[in-house]
Structure formats: structure tokens, C-alpha cells
Nanobody, 125 residues
Framework: QVQLVESGGGLVQAGGSLRLSCAAS????????LAWFRQAPGKEREFVAA????????DYADSVKGRATISRDNAKNTAYLQMNSLKPEDTAVYYC??????????????????WGQGTQVTVSS
């Protein structure tokens, strides 16, 4: 079992920055690839970024490439998503996900075993 708790969301103006955190716990949390997905109202959940168990490999959606950085601190069992140059279209609920079956890079929600409750990010124009 892996438990994931996101934090760091909020309201930010276009062009601003946010750092989201995902605190992981559970027996297999340190051996899981981690990712961020987002879901805007009326839209499907979409992949944002993923990071391997070691943190040595990352992958990004084209929509955030160059503006987002995913990282993890395995000593703290926490993953982060730094988002810069935010746009109104980045507005969504952001979810942290864990993949214990190590499909990395896994781009589809169905490839992830565990999910957090989500944190709202709203970007005003």
C-alpha cells in the first residue's frame, strides 16, 4: 500500500510559479515511480510529468515541457512539481500517482496503482 498526500496548490496569477508537493508513505512507496497528472473540469485526466524511482529519469508532457520540473527527495519520501510561467490553461486539480509496477515512463492513468486526493491549482489571467 502507498498513501499519497498532495499540497501546495492555490491561486496564482498568469506568469507566476507554484511548487506542489507529494508526500508518500507506505511499505512500497520508496520503490515506486511517481508522477503528476491533472484534470480540468469536463476534461480527462492528463499526464503532466513522471520521475523514476531513483530520480535519474524524468518525462514531461509537451504542454509543460520547459516550464515544469519534477523532482523527488527519497530521504523525505516526497516528490515535487515546480511549475513556472503558469498559464490559465494550467488550471486543474493536480494529482500525485505512484506506479509500483515500474512501467516508467507510464503516461496513462491506468498504469498507476495509487493516487492522492488532489490539490487545486487556479491560474488567473
Amino acid at each position: 500500500q502507498v498513501q499519497l498526500v498532495e499540497s501546495g496548490g492555490g491561486l496564482v496569477q498568469a506568469g507566476g510559479s507554484l511548487r506542489l508537493s507529494c508526500a508518500a508513505s507506505g511499505r512500497t512507496s520508496t520503490s515506486a515511480a511517481l508522477a503528476w497528472f491533472r484534470q480540468a473540469p469536463g476534461k480527462e485526466r492528463e499526464f503532466v510529468a513522471a520521475i523514476s524511482v531513483s530520480g535519474g529519469s524524468t518525462d514531461y508532457a509537451d504542454s509543460v515541457k520547459g516550464r515544469a520540473t519534477i523532482s523527488r527527495d527519497n530521504a523525505k519520501n516526497t516528490a515535487y512539481l515546480q511549475m513556472n510561467s503558469l498559464k490559465p490553461e494550467d488550471t486543474a486539480v493536480y494529482y500525485c500517482a505512484a506506479d509500483t509496477r515500474l512501467h516508467f515512463p507510464a503516461l496513462k492513468p491506468g498504469e498507476y496503482d495509487y493516487w492522492g486526493q488532489g490539490t487545486q491549482v487556479t491560474v488567473s489571467s
